[in-house]
């Protein structure tokens, strides 16, 4: 490893005559962070947990100021820190050196969310994919393999919506004559087009510290059949970890209404979790109107745990833009979040312990733990398996006598999920206690406490 340093510092000597001081402070800056870099090129990917991450602007305005502010709120560190870039209109290549050097200073990694947009000056998807953005990628790519540190860098997000110009609906849409296969629609096929461009140009530079991230929205912006998110997957050569944007609106807004976190995010994570790719919730928040948002957050963190394994970081977006976002929004939302992401299995640091970006999670015989937990009413029971066995969930009170069988079955390898409602064989509700779920299985038995509030 000391060789690999070595000669990076010895290379970097040999172009100092060529760099003005301020690059060569820069680049001697690095030798900090390179035991890392050699150790992986790449951002690594937990084998357990899930990183705690956040968009931390620094934005009195909104009530939001900044990375040291958030982490004295949350009561932990961030391990990934996500801000926002555009792409300049004199297509000067601008990688963030500063902010990148800054959140590496604080020990988390970059999340650059890369616009293809400047203020009020939309760009579409033909003039990357027909090459007028190929010396400013280029450009920029080059500055990202001197720059050297692992980082994250998403690029054109929520493309499956309308309210950004690189979106699939605002670049030819459902038309199938406008690009390519003439059996697809033009408007997911000209971004997978746009997307693999972009990542074939920092191949082609020998740019190997960045993670990719491909971040479709959790919903659609139109009920076109031809406008779903699968449609717009660049493929896995070129993707890294898969990221899901979404928010509750609550009833911030005339068009919506309030949305738990499991809904939020359950059908885009059974849409995706079978790609073998870590996932990332890369933007998420709740408003205070409309519902609980402290049970709303105590959700994100036992869903997560509990219902959502290959989730490994979980980006809060922590502004009061749109609706009060932010964890502080009140004091019984900052004690939520506070107490929950205490849980170790959410890391506020490297992990020191990975997993190959690509490899599926192994299986495994688990009973995950029920949720919500407590309950008034009903309770979603997961379960894992390492390969195909009979298996029986059955509820117990503390006398140990069987109030419920919930499910029987033969199951293949995986993840299975069962729904109890609280009521006992006879169909009547059981009063408020404790109880114990007790997972048979042909391998071992498993149980977890269960507590109903009525």
Request: glycine residues 10%; hydrophobic residues 35%.
């Amino acid at each position: 490893m000391s060789q690999g340093v070595n000669a990076i510092l010895s290379c970097a000597r040999r172009h100092l005559g060529k760099a003005p001081r301020r690059a060569s402070t820069r680049l001697f800056g690095l030798a900090t962070f390179l035991l890392a870099a050699v150790s992986w090129s790449q951002v690594p990917v937990p084998a357990t947990g899930c990183y705690h991450a956040a968009f931390t602007p620094n934005d009195p305005a909104h009530g939001a100021y900044g990375h040291d502010e958030f982490v004295t709120l949350a009561h932990k560190p961030i391990a990934i820190e996500m801000f926002y870039t555009g792409w300049p209109s004199n297509k000067t290549p601008d990688f963030p050196f500063t902010v990148c050097d800054t959140i590496v200073k604080k020990g988390s990694y970059p999340h650059v969310t890369w616009e293809p947009w400047t203020g009020g000056n939309p760009y579409g998807l033909d003039p990357i994919i027909n090459g007028w953005w190929d010396a400013y990628l280029t450009g920029y790519a080059n500055q990202v393999k001197f720059w050297a540190k692992p980082l994250f860098i998403r690029v054109g997000h929520e493309m499956n919506g309308d309210w950004y110009p690189w979106g699939g609906k605002n670049n030819g849409g459902g038309t199938l004559n406008g690009f390519g296969d003439s059996t697809k629609p033009d408007g997911p096929e000209r971004f997978v087009a746009a997307f693999r461009h972009i990542r074939h140009i920092f191949d082609s530079a020998g740019v190997t510290n960045v993670s990719w991230i491909w971040s479709p929205n959790n919903f659609s912006s139109s009920g076109d059949a031809w406008n779903t998110p699968e449609r717009y997957y660049p493929g896995d050569d070129v993707v890294d970890w898969i990221g899901l944007d979404g928010y509750n609106w609550g009833t911030s807004q005339t068009w919506s209404g309030w949305s738990s976190f499991y809904s939020t995010f359950s059908d885009c994570y059974n849409r995706f979790s079978s790609y073998g790719k870590p996932m990332m919730i890369a933007e998420f928040a709740s408003t205070e109107l409309g519902g609980d948002k402290s049970q709303w957050i105590r959700d994100v963190f036992l869903y997560t745990k509990g219902l959502f394994p290959k989730i490994k970081a979980l980006t809060w977006f922590n502004t009061n833009k749109e609706t009060d976002w932010r964890i502080n929004s009140t004091v019984a939302a900052a004690v939520a979040y506070q107490q929950s992401v205490a849980d170790d299995y959410f890391l506020g640091g490297v992990a020191t312990t990975v997993v190959h970006a690509s490899r599926p999670e192994s299986g495994r015989l688990a009973l995950l733990s029920p949720v919500p937990n407590p309950s008034n009413g009903g309770i979603r029971f997961s379960f894992l398996l390492p390969r195909s066995m009979k298996s029986t969930l059955r509820v117990y009170n503390l006398l140990g006598q069987e109030v419920r069988r919930v499910g029987e079955g033969v199951f293949g390898q995986g993840l299975h999920f069962w729904y109890w409602d609280g009521r006992d064989d006879r169909g009547c509700e059981l009063s408020s206690g404790m109880y114990l779920a007790i997972l048979d299985t042909e391998q071992k038995r498993l149980s977890q406490k269960i507590l109903l509030t009525k």
